[in-house]
C-alpha cells in the first residue's frame, strides 16, 4: 500500500483547504483511514479518522471546522479543512488502517496558517 497525500500549502486565518490522500491499494473499502498532524516541536496527533463504514471522528480542536470524507470508487479520502487557525499549522500525514491491524502510513504535506 502506498498513500500520496497532497493539498498543503499557505493559507490566510480563516481560509480554507483540502487535502486529498490517494491510496494504491484495493480493496481500499476495508481501511479505516486518518488524518494526523505533527506541529513543531509536538508530537503527532489523531485529527480526524473515518471507518470502512464511513463513520467518522475528530479530534476536538477541529470539530465543526474539518470534514474527512471517502470516495471508495477513487481510493482517496479528504480533509476538508475551514476556519483554518495558525495553531493547525501542522505537517498532516495520511494513514490507513486495515481491519487486521497493519497500519500505513503517506508522506506529510506541509500546512501552513499565516498572515
Known amino acids: 500500500v502506498q498513500l500520496q497525500a497532497s493539498g498543503g500549502g499557505l493559507v490566510q486565518p480563516g481560509g480554507s483547504l483540502r487535502l486529498s490522500c490517494a491510496a494504491s491499494?484495493?480493496?481500499?473499502?476495508?481501511?479505516?483511514m486518518a488524518w494526523y498532524r505533527q506541529a513543531p516541536g509536538k508530537q503527532r496527533e489523531l485529527v480526524a479518522f473515518?471507518?470502512?463504514?464511513?463513520?467518522?471522528n475528530y479530534t476536538d480542536s477541529v470539530k465543526g471546522r474539518f470534514t474527512i470524507a471517502r470516495d471508495n470508487a477513487r481510493n482517496t479520502v479528504y480533509l476538508q479543512m475551514t476556519s483554518l487557525k495558525p495553531e493547525d499549522t501542522a505537517v498532516y500525514y495520511c494513514n490507513a488502517k486495515r481491519p487486521d491491524g497493519m497500519n500505513v502510513w503517506g508522506r506529510g504535506t506541509l500546512v501552513t496558517v499565516s498572515s
Open positions: 491499494t484495493s480493496p481500499f473499502s476495508v481501511y479505516t
Open positions: 473515518i471507518t470502512s463504514s464511513s463513520n467518522s
